[in-house]
């Protein structure tokens, strides 16, 4: 099993954008790998509509996004043309196709309790080093939760950048927590802005508006 802080398994595969290494693909940029049981699902479909129409946002914070299907080529270029007509916006990222399920396999998507053509819906963040930052799994009754993703992609950047922890519903421009990690001595070299103590394990600092 996948676990977080390995690197993201290397694949070459066909996608509506034409053939990709990820890796190379990635770049250095974080990435969004996400999958789909196959096309012509109506909980994914809206999904891809809102994963296109949040494109700008996902760009702003240096992420590349890109889908997978079991399904073939010519059946996404189907599917895209109903994603467009019912969510209104058109699939402006692109899917890999894995009839094979190589990829699907790789990454481990397949339920091992489901038919085998049905992938596990999941979501993974992946750092410009290549590596797994997040894995999120969803039944296949529940939409997925963009926004979220995107919160956790900015806490993400955010603790590398600042060194820090983030609290629970942590949003861009709420203050951090210091790492449990350093001493108070250390916090006051990396935060000559001061911390708050509130607890010995619980320091507030408020970030630099960036």
Not at 36 to 43: E, G, I, L, N, R
Not at 65 to 81: F, N, P
Not at 144 to 150: A, P
Request: hydrophobic letters at 40%; a negative charge; proline letters at 8%.
């Amino acid at each position: 099993m996948l676990q977080l802080g390995q690197v993201a398994p290397d694949f070459e595969a066909e996608t509506t954008q034409g053939r990709i290494r990820f890796h190379d693909w990635l770049g250095g940029s974080w990435g969004v790998l996400f999958s789909h049981p196959k096309d012509f699902t109506p909980v994914c479909t809206t999904e891809l509509g809102m994963t296109a129409r949040l494109k700008p946002e996902f760009e702003k914070r240096g992420v590349k996004v890109i889908g997978l299907s079991v399904d073939t080529l010519d059946r996404h270029a189907g599917w895209h043309a109903d994603i467009a007509e019912t969510q209104g916006v058109a699939v402006n990222f692109p899917m890999i196709s894995d009839p094979d399920r190589t990829v699907a396999n790789l990454y481990g998507m397949i339920h091992p309790e489901a038919d085998p053509s049905v992938t596990v819906r999941t979501v993974f963040v992946i750092d410009p080093n290549r590596k797994i930052r997040l894995m999120l799994v969803y039944p296949p009754s529940a939409g997925r939760n963009f926004d979220e993703v995107l919160r956790v992609i900015d806490s993400l950047q955010t603790t590398d950048r600042h060194k820090v922890a983030t609290p629970v519903n942590w949003q861009p421009g709420d203050r951090a927590i210091v790492l449990a990690s350093l001493s108070d001595e250390q916090a006051k070299q990396q935060f000559p802005q001061g911390f708050t103590t509130e607890k010995p394990y619980l320091r507030w600092v408020e970030l630099p508006k960036e």
